[in-house]
């Protein structure tokens, strides 16, 4: 069996992140680079399965640039060979593009499972893993707290308003877990010194045969407008003098929360 991973580097959660006003787009720049943790626990869930006595072979995919430190950390969680998509062309490119251009590299690579987080946490967009699957024609598991992996099938449970959904596909599949899923392991010594000697392979678009990107043809995300963050005001304190009910229930009233 053969899973891929998808991962992303993204700013580090720990540090504040910055949106640039002119692109509209996250200031990568402004802190450390790290590999989600939503794509960390995805790629646990598929080394557990291996752990477990499964013969798969755990590819993780990424696009960017100057990504392969992220790739080798995720090497040394346990993957066995790392796939970045590299090309100046891409910068900024929204989900759409993203999509297509992942879809055509997992053709190239292949597969029997695609693991992914159900949200970046730079973006949130939520939608690539959905997108994908539409791409390849696949069936999607969506959103997993829970993932079961099989030798021909994948399965695993979804919250849904008022409940939770049991939900099962044979393989190939794409699957996307949530931040209830496996909780990721850390590198140990030994697989950070093997990770070094791991391959990761770098491909362009033109490798994969498409053209994508914002300036590409078809569908694609304009930016409108951006905003800062407005500044956080105190709000307004109210002294028991024997009329504190009546106040606040004036001040929920004028700001349509009753």
Excluded at 54 to 67: A, K, P, S, W, Y
Excluded at 177 to 184: F, I, K, P
Excluded at 225 to 251: C, H
């Amino acid at each position: 069996m053969k899973i891929v991973v998808l991962t992303k580097q993204v700013p580090d959660t720990n540090s504040d992140r910055k949106l640039n006003l002119t692109t509209g787009l996250t200031e990568r720049d402004a802190s450390d680079p790290v590999p989600d943790e939503i794509n960390e626990r995805a790629l646990e869930s598929a080394l557990k399965y291996r752990d477990a006595g499964g013969d798969v072979e755990v590819i993780v995919l990424t696009i960017g640039n100057d990504v392969t430190k992220s790739a080798r950390k995720l090497l040394s969680m346990g993957a066995d060979s790392a796939v970045i998509v590299e090309d100046g062309s891409l910068a900024g490119a929204d989900m759409v593009q993203t999509a297509k251009v992942l879809a055509a590299a997992l053709r190239r690579i292949g597969f029997d499972l695609v693991l992914a987080g159900n949200e970046s946490t730079d973006g949130r967009g939520g939608v690539v893993p959905a997108m994908l699957a539409e791409l390849l024609g696949l069936p999607l598991l969506p959103s997993l707290d829970e993932i079961q992996i099989a030798v021909d099938a994948v399965s695993g449970e979804v919250q849904v308003d008022g409940g939770s959904l049991s939900l099962r596909s044979p393989l190939p599949a794409v699957a996307s877990v949530t931040e209830r899923s496996a909780e990721a392991r850390f590198p140990n010594f030994k697989g950070i010194m093997q990770a070094k000697k791991k391959p990761v392979t770098t491909l362009s678009l033109a490798d994969l045969g498409i053209v994508a990107g914002p300036e590409a043809p078809g569908a694609r995300s304009v930016m409108v407008s951006a905003l800062e963050r407005p500044a956080k005001q105190a709000g307004p304190k109210i002294v028991d003098d024997g009329t504190a009910a009546d106040k606040l229930a004036d001040f929920l009233a004028s700001n349509r929360l009753l």
